[in-house]
């Protein structure tokens, strides 16, 4: 039970329970805080035919729900291009327009039809702007769930036409109690560098716990403090940086400029620059999308953080 999310049920369970329900629900928050999960338990509350939260898990809804053969429910995400058999990186008006239709039928068990959007930021202008016509009127009694980890990169309309429940990041101590209680045998130091690799983020550091990733983060510290200290053996590791997932390296940039800061930060030329850096790595993790020369940026960020050693 990730008991963080417990603020945002109860919100949810005092709004479904008192007939204040909007028809669009902005989930939103950091990655790896259980946002898809949380959905999901919404989701099934929503169509279950006793309408609880948690969802009974008895009924016929909960039942068809289960098996994912549910006729009142739809997902929009990312879709395989037909093309080359690659899954898309965005979510095209097409899936709209069929989404769309889909909610203009009528219901056939429950007693709502409802369609979860994820990566709600992933659709592309077209895709939003045919989804804000629903928003502004739905048809019938349905209700759309968008889960967003970057609410800021959707449109001001679209996010002006949903109740917003934003999730937090669990506190250090919350997290850590999580993690260890998978009942999975992880060094407790080994699960507090993950969570720190992570950003906080919990299932993101499980993850990394599972596929070994938050050595990947040990290795840009190490690169980094190379480059200031011109350690000429660990330098090597430099090239080895594009060879790591991209959106995970722009994280982790912009987590080690944070963590710059403390010890620079009787240093305001220093700190300035490394609040420069951040900001310009949480940009070009935004950017990963677009056809901007991913090495160039990378290059250009590390000759800006080579400067703090002068």
């Known amino acids: 039970m990730m008991q963080w999310l417990d603020p945002v049920r109860k919100e949810f369970r005092e709004r479904l329970e008192g007939g204040r329900l909007p028809h669009a629900i902005l989930l939103s928050g950091p990655a790896g805080t259980g946002k898809r999960e949380l959905a999901t338990e919404m989701v099934s509350s929503l169509l279950c035919l006793k309408e609880s939260l948690p969802a009974c898990g008895q009924c016929r809804s909960c039942h068809l729900l289960e098996t994912g053969a549910h006729p009142d429910y739809r997902i929009l995400t990312f879709e395989v291009n037909e ?18 239709s889909a909610m203009q039928l009528t219901t056939t068990i429950s007693r709502r039809k409802l369609a979860l959007v994820f990566p709600a930021e992933a659709m592309n202008r077209n895709a939003a702007n045919a989804l804000l016509k629903t928003l502004e009127e739905p048809p019938g009694d349905c209700v759309i769930i968008l889960v967003s980890d970057d609410p800021g990169r959707l449109p001001a309309t679209i996010r002006s036409r949903c109740q917003n429940l934003q999730v937090r990041l669990p506190d250090e101590e919350m997290a850590l109690r999580w993690l260890q209680g998978l009942g999975e045998e992880h060094d407790p130091s080994a699960v507090a560098f993950a969570l720190k690799a992570a950003a906080g983020s919990p299932l ?22 190379a480059l200031l200290t011109g350690d000429n053996d660990s330098l090597p590791a430099l090239s080895n940086l ?3 997932d991209a959106e995970l390296l722009w994280t982790w940039l912009s987590l080690c400029a944070a963590e710059k800061v403390r010890q620079y930060s009787g240093v305001q030329q220093a700190v300035q620059l490394l609040s420069k850096l951040q900001i310009k790595a949480d940009r070009n993790r935004r950017l990963l999308s ?3 020369r991913k090495d160039l940026l990378l290059q250009d960020w590390l000759i800006q953080w080579s400067q703090l050693k002068v």
């Open 242 to 244: 594009m060879e790591l």
């Open 204 to 225: 993101r550091a499980h993850s990394m716990l599972i596929n070994g990733t938050a050595e990947h983060y040990r290795m840009v510290n190490s690169a980094l403090e």
């Open 290 to 292: 677009s056809p901007v």
């Open 83 to 100: 093309k080359n058999n690659v899954l898309r990186k965005e979510v095209l008006v097409d899936q709209v327009r069929n989404l769309i």
